[in-house]
Nanobody, 128 residues
């Protein structure tokens, strides 16, 4: 079974940084992408970023471009989300997800949610 284990959330002041980690296991193929979606209080889930397992190409939501960086360590089956210049509006529960790259990228562009597999969320709180 596919499992996604997210970690790294916490409380940070505006302008600060956090790094989220997602450890993936159970995949029997490598044609997939892993990414991060988030859900702020009272809002719908939205895509943040995703990265393709095969070639490492990344896709970002406009709201985080230039501030967040997604990367992967395939040897460790782990994906990271480095979040810099955090803003109070980045406060949300962040979910690690996996699915087809096409679906994830389209969802991120549209500000929607997608994914075949979801890990548990990790809370990121940015204080002003």
């Amino acid at each position: 079974d596919v499992q996604l284990q997210a970690s790294g959330g916490g409380l940070v002041q505006a302008g600060g940084s956090l790094r989220l980690s997602c450890a993936a296991s159970g995949f029997t193929y490598d044609d997939y992408a892993i990414g991060w979606f988030r859900q702020a209080p009272g809002k719908e889930r939205e895509g943040v970023a995703c990265i393709k397992r095969k070639d490492g190409s990344a896709h970002y939501a406009d709201s985080v471009t230039g501030r967040f960086t997604i990367s992967s360590d395939n040897a460790k089956n782990t994906v990271y989300l480095q979040m810099n210049s955090l803003k109070p509006e980045d406060t949300a529960v962040y979910y690690c997800i996996a699915g087809s790259a096409i679906d994830l990228e389209a969802a991120i562009t549209a500000g929607q949610a997608a994914g075949d597999y979801w890990g548990q969320g990790t809370l990121v709180t940015v204080s002003s």
